[in-house]
């Protein structure tokens, strides 16, 4: 058995470096449900994880940030790049453990980081020190730990409590990831979604509402009076109101009901007009989905779809990922820079980045810029490896070259023209021999 092997299963029973991964075992409750301070909040409206504006529009945010894999560069001068091949740290990042891909990893931390405002991903070493696996946290059992003695230290470790037992965690073994800053915290990120916790909660609101409305709307709201004077006795009419409920409750809605008297019956429920309920979730969706960045046209949402086209459906995921996933892109790829790269021991210039080459949403900014690039080239100002360098392409020996017309002449920079009275002498003619330099 090697190394590795060994690793993952002490790790898998809670023995990398006494470590409990804190993983749900069946029959509890998923953190983001009721154990984050987000969601106690949304306990009295139910579920709220279940909310439909924030589960789409997450998703909408894990389906882009997923596309764009992670790659290891080295800058090589004049605003230039180059990617390190066969670097161990994207493919670490592809396959982080035995059980999850890299599509899972980045959900969990655009959950965590819009929920919470944080992730907490955990290297898993082998015996030689070496970072082999990474397994994210649960973020409501991380705390950064204040250092009680050293005030020019932020964090002295990462305080982990999966089964209440507390777990002291290096802060060299743990990659933080944080979303924005905590103005009351600087050891904590900002989740967006704590800002519109109202906007949440009316929109539960609003489903509860409309939901039991719809239901009990199979019985008409009517108002039973008698048409002459007198009334029935309140035994009759509890046997008036009881044969009512069962003529027309549920499904039965719309039988005949004849009546042993004459009675005048007032229908005082809402039409289907005065029962707009999407004005209910208008606001909400506009909130929710413009904290999270994510156009409500994308996340499907009644606020966006009445003027969503195919045209400005695709200018928004261009927008979205300018507006919101590159800057996240960034943000990550620093954090990664200072927290995973220096466990693969880097040259100085190597950083981590995020390869946007297959982007779809940017594909039109890709056609600009190999346009752009391919005209720098036949202008004859690019050279050919600096522009394959633009583009993303490894340039071989043979192309550090110019393209030029033969039929361009080369011009020295420092010619000048004949000093002014020299000009005037040849009343102001001048051969091009004549030139002479600066």
Do not use: C
Not at 119 to 148: C, M, S
Not at 229 to 258: C, H, M, S, Y
Not at 335 to 349: E, G, R, S, V, Y
Not at 377 to 392: I, Q
């Amino acid at each position: 058995m090697n190394i590795a092997t060994k690793t993952r299963r002490a790790f898998q029973a809670g023995g990398v470096k006494g470590l409990d991964p804190g993983h749900p075992r069946g029959g509890g409750s998923d953190w983001w449900l009721n154990k984050a301070t987000f969601m106690r909040q949304l306990a009295d409206v139910g579920d709220g994880s279940a909310n439909s504006i924030v589960v789409s529009s997450l998703q909408v945010l894990t389906n882009a940030f997923s596309e764009a894999p992670v790659q290891v560069v080295a800058d090589t001068g004049d605003n230039l790049q180059e990617v390190v091949a066969d670097h161990p740290l994207p493919a670490l990042i592809d396959r982080p453990n035995p059980y999850m891909t890299s599509d899972l990893l980045w959900q969990y931390y655009i959950w965590s980081s819009r929920i919470e405002g944080n992730a907490y991903i955990f290297k898993g070493r082998n015996a030689l020190g070496q970072v082999i696996e990474l397994w994210p946290l649960r973020p409501d059992l991380v705390t950064p730990h204040e250092p009680l003695n050293d005030a020019t230290e932020l964090i002295d470790y990462y305080s982990y409590r999966p089964r209440g037992v507390e777990q002291k965690l290096a802060t060299e073994d743990v990659i933080h990831l944080r979303l924005g800053l905590d103005p009351n915290n600087y050891r904590l990120g900002l989740a967006p979604l704590k800002t519109v916790l109202k906007q949440i909660l009316g929109d539960e609101e609003a489903s509860k509402f409309s939901t039991a409305l719809l239901s009990n709307m199979a019985v008409p709201g009517v108002v039973i009076t008698p048409s002459g004077d007198g009334g029935p006795g309140k035994p009759q009419a509890d046997k008036i109101k009881e044969t009512w409920a069962q003529r027309f409750g549920k499904d039965r809605n719309g039988e005949p009901l004849v009546m042993s008297e004459s009675m005048n019956v007032e229908v005082v429920s809402f039409s289907p007009r005065q029962m707009e309920f999407g004005l209910l979730h208008r606001i909400p969706e506009e909130r929710i989905t413009g904290v999270l960045g994510v156009p409500a046209i994308l996340a499907g949402m009644g606020a966006g779809l009445e003027r969503a086209t195919y045209s400005n459906a695709s200018e928004l995921r261009e927008f979205l990922a300018e507006g919101v996933i590159i800057p996240d892109w960034t943000r990550v790829g620093r954090q990664l820079t200072w927290n995973l790269l220096p466990d693969f021991k880097p040259i100085p210039n190597q950083r981590v980045t995020f390869n946007m080459t297959d982007v779809r949403a940017l594909a039109e900014d890709q056609d600009k810029l190999w346009t752009r690039v391919d005209g720098a080239v036949r202008s004859g100002w690019l050279e050919v490896a600096a522009a394959k360098r633009t583009v993303g392409i490894e340039p071989n020996p043979n192309d550090d070259v110019y393209l030029r017309s033969m039929s361009v002449e080369e011009v020295p920079a420092k010619i000048g023209v004949r000093p002014p009275d020299a000009l005037a002498a040849s009343n102001g003619s001048a051969d091009v021999d004549e030139l002479v330099d600066a």
